[in-house]
């Protein structure tokens, strides 16, 4: 079975704050995504990973940036949270098959106050 | 950029009754992925459409791709507490399947 974890659940920070959130794979798939969810938004991409070292913007991608040094590795930075990034954050790895389904991360729930 | 509207945005069902949920894209879907979310937790994907007309089941859960391809249905026969969740549906974008765009989803709850 595929693994993804992220590493917290639930994370409290300031406003101004440098935030990190990192997910891990365990199956060697090229793609890496992370999104965010908000009621009445949906899922929204903020970036993507089809390489080490490689990456893509999403639909909004303004207030983060992200790292992938390790192809198991996909870091969310966010260089200094406000209150409207308050979101449950989502990663996500993709194996490029016919299907490209997405394995999901259990999320992180960002609460910046 | 493709846009994706599910329908109802909430559903209360009573234990074993059908139901159906409805994801209509803007554009041409490429390809259109069913996803469950259980409340406050990842995504679980359940299955994939590609050609006009195509329908696939798993367990009691039944999706279809319209002719059009731009309508997707999915049905639950005789639900269970089991299939309360958020059902999402998300589109492969036109460059590629690798790019999914997703609705805002359908709450499901189930009452025993």
């Known amino acids: 079975d595929v693994k993804v974890t992220q590493s917290s659940r639930y994370l409290v920070k300031r406003t101004g704050e440098k935030v990190f959130l990192e997910c891990v794979q365990d199956?060697?798939?090229?793609?890496m995504f992370w999104y965010r969810q908000d009621p009445g938004l949906g899922l929204r991409l903020i970036y993507f990973s089809y390489d080490v070292k490689m990456k893509e913007k999403g639909d909004i991608p303004e207030g983060y940036s992200v790292s992938r040094e390790k192809k198991e590795r996909f870091s969310l930075i966010l260089e200094s949270a406000s209150t409207n990034q308050t979101s449950m954050y989502l990663c996500a790895t993709q194996f490029p098959t016919l299907s490209y389904e997405q394995y999901f991360g259990p999320g992180t729930r960002l609460t910046v106050t | 950029s493709q846009e994706l509207e599910q329908s109802p945005q909430s559903l209360i069902v009573q234990e074993g009754k059908n139901l159906t949920i409805n994801c209509t894209s803007s554009?041409?879907?490429?390809?259109l992925y069913w996803y469950k979310q259980k409340y406050g937790e990842g995504l679980i994907f359940l299955m994939m459409l590609q050609k006009g007309g195509e329908e696939k089941s798993h367990e009691k859960i039944t999706a279809k791709l319209d002719e059009k391809k731009q309508q997707s249905s999915l049905h639950i026969t005789a639900s269970q507490p089991s299939h309360a969740g958020i059902y999402l549906c998300g589109a492969a974008t036109s460059g590629g399947y690798q790019k999914v765009t997703f609705g805002t989803g359908t709450k499901l709850q189930v009452i025993p």
């Open positions: 199956m060697d798939h090229e793609n």
């Open positions: 554009k041409t879907l490429y390809g």
